[in-house]
């Protein structure tokens, strides 16, 4: 979520109008490095070791501009200063995008863009006022408000940026919504239907068996109405029956265990 959402219209206008989007954005300095000798970390810096830079930068001989601009917002060395006084800045905080953030917010208030929403001063006066922070935004004339400057964009630009700002404000901050996925159980058959099938079709004449000689029933009254050899005959078979059975145990464990492999795949 973007803390300062409903400035950040005019935040993108002044990172336009300074030249610094199309830089380094955040870790843009004056000239593009001319006076840092080369490209510099600054999101990685803490405050204090952005105002060493920026007194390097002032004692440069090359800088005749005797400017310290730096960050996507061009904070000059006596304005950071001050910031870091009004707002109690440590100076180990991190110059990152969230502190120049703050700072260019800080600055549209100092120049009374609250005032403005609230009511309490006219858009052109608001339109100058920012004009005198920022050299690249125009007066409402059109014209930069200092001499050898010339503003970047209209004051029509201004004006219809700052439009969104109102209505930002009157809208609120965007509730962000945060999407859950939630997983959608699936059973699962204890055993699958084509190892189900299978075991029914290997041991259905087992039971058949086991049923037919067991206790009481067809089996019973037949094995009753037959002869002595018959029975001889019979229990011979039987017996090699239960041979097999018993020789049969191992093909019932590799069964089994293929039975458990499938469910747990």
Known sequence: ?????????????????????????????????????????????????????????????????????????????????????????????????????????????????DKWLAGRLTENTLINNLAKEWASLPKTDGKGNYDGQNAAVPASRVRSVLAEVRKRHLEGQPVETVEVAVPVP??????????????????????????FFGTGGAGASWLAGMNKDGLLLIGGGFVLFVVVILLGGEWIIRRVRSIKKAVEE
Do not use: H
């Open 1 to 113: 979520m973007d803390k300062f959402y409903v400035y950040r219209p005019m935040l993108d206008l002044i990172g336009f109008t300074e030249g610094t989007d199309k830089g380094r954005g955040y870790n843009e300095t004056l000239a593009y490095g001319a006076y840092t000798g080369g490209d510099v970390d600054l999101v990685s810096m803490t405050l204090d070791q952005l105002d060493k830079l920026q007194t390097k930068m002032l004692d440069n001989p090359k800088n005749k501009m005797n400017s310290s601009a730096c960050g996507r917002y061009q904070i000059v060395r006596t304005t950071a200063r001050n910031i870091r006084a009004d707002l109690d800045l440590p100076g180990s905080m991190l110059f990152d995008k969230g502190t120049q953030d703050r700072m260019a917010c800080y600055l549209l208030g100092v120049r009374g863009i």
């Open 186 to 211: 699936v059973d699962k058959p204890v055993v699958p239907a084509t190892v189900e099938k299978e075991v029914r079709q290997k041991t259905n004449w087992i039971a058949w068996i086991m049923a």
